[in-house]
């Protein structure tokens, strides 16, 4: 199931995009419309969060209910906020209502909304649970910076930096026929920089911050590596391919 049903209690993780209300998909919008309540996360009780403000400009007239949560991972404060907002959303689906639990980009990547899932199915067990598909952040910096991610054999490599650049990201640079797309590197976009051209993969790697939204930067790696950059600046880094 991937819409909510008519009646009775249940839980839709709806992605909205990257943060334009123009790549919201139509069975995302017939979601929010007919749900009872959509609980948008933020990091601040009194700040619209970015996917609140997508549903507030596509659906006005949603009854928008914000949780809060902790961007700092394997944290105590996170546990709490989870267990905050899942205990919110239980009361909801107790009280018989179809919530649409929204979050940026996909439901089902790097998304709070599995946190929350995982604790509904636990709970209870008998409320459906589904997901409405989200544009990524990497797929519109692809298409508004030309990058063509993969072709023929190549293959796609998705992985987080906010830990560093060892590890996964330094695996993944090192395979030629990989495109790799960097999340939550922000802060070590020199760090990248340095090991993308060490594998001779800096020409060509693409830097995406706040992606239709003001302050928002699409530049080269090499030439946004030295400038503060958000958490969550996404970067590309196509395959290694002969010249024509």
Same mark, same amino acid.
Not at 1 to 11: D, K, Q, W
Not at 183 to 207: H, I, P, Q, S
């Given at each position: 199931?991937?819409?909510?049903?008519?009646?009775?209690?249940?839980?839709v993780g709806v992605?909205?995009?990257?943060?334009?209300?123009?790549?919201?998909?139509?069975?995302?919008?017939?979601v929010l419309r007919?749900?009872?309540?959509?609980?948008?996360?933020?990091?601040?009780?009194? !700040?619209?969060?970015?996917?609140? #403000?997508?549903? &507030?400009?596509?659906?006005?007239?949603? +009854?928008? %209910? /914000?949780?809060? =949560? @902790?961007?700092?991972?394997?944290?105590a404060a996170r !546990?709490?906020?989870?267990?905050? #907002?899942?205990? &919110?959303?239980?009361?909801?689906?107790? +009280?018989? %209502? /179809?919530?649409? =639990? @929204?979050?940026?980009?996909?439901?089902?990547?790097? !998304?709070?909304?599995?946190?929350? #899932?995982?604790?509904?199915?636990?709970?209870?067990?008998?409320?459906?649970?589904?997901?409405?598909?989200?544009?990524?952040?990497?797929?519109?910096?692809?298409?508004?910076?030309?990058?063509?991610?993969?072709?023929?054999?190549?293959?796609?490599?998705?992985?987080?930096?906010?830990?560093?650049?060892?590890?996964?990201?330094?695996?993944?640079?090192?395979?030629?026929?990989?495109?790799?797309?960097?999340?939550?590197?922000?802060?070590?976009?020199?760090?990248?920089?340095?090991?993308?051209?060490?594998?001779?993969?800096?020409?060509?790697?693409?830097?995406?911050?706040?992606?239709?939204?003001?302050?928002?930067?699409?530049?080269?790696?090499?030439?946004?590596?030295?400038?503060?950059?958000?958490?969550?600046?996404?970067?590309?880094?196509?395959?290694?391919?002969?010249?024509?």
């Open positions: 199931m991937t819409a909510l049903p008519s009646e009775g209690a249940a839980l992605g909205v995009g990257p943060g334009q209300a123009d790549l919201l998909t139509l069975r995302a919008v017939d007919t749900a009872d309540r959509v609980l948008a996360p933020t990091t601040s009780a009194e !700040s619209v969060g970015r996917a609140e #403000a997508v549903v &507030r400009e596509v659906v006005p007239e949603a +009854a928008i %209910e /914000r949780v809060v =949560f @902790v961007m700092e991972v394997d944290s !546990s709490a906020a989870i267990e905050h #907002a899942a205990t &919110r959303t239980i009361e909801h689906l107790d +009280a018989g %209502e /179809r919530i649409a =639990f @929204v979050t940026i980009g996909d439901p089902n990547v790097y !998304s709070t909304f599995g946190s929350i #899932a995982d604790e509904v199915r636990r709970h209870r067990p008998d409320v459906p649970v589904s997901t409405v598909p989200g544009i990524m952040a990497f797929q519109d910096l692809a298409a508004r910076s030309g990058t063509v991610l993969v072709d023929g054999t190549e293959h796609l490599v998705l992985v987080p930096a906010h830990r560093g650049v060892d590890g996964p990201v330094a695996a993944a640079v090192a395979e030629p026929g990989a495109a790799v797309v960097v999340y939550k590197g922000g802060r070590r976009l020199g760090e990248l920089a340095e090991a993308l051209d060490a594998n001779g993969r800096l020409d060509g790697a693409v830097l995406g911050e706040l992606l239709g939204l003001p302050g928002e930067r699409i530049a080269p790696l090499h030439e946004a590596a030295g400038a503060p950059s958000t958490y969550l600046a996404t970067v590309i880094a196509p395959p290694v391919r002969d010249q024509p």
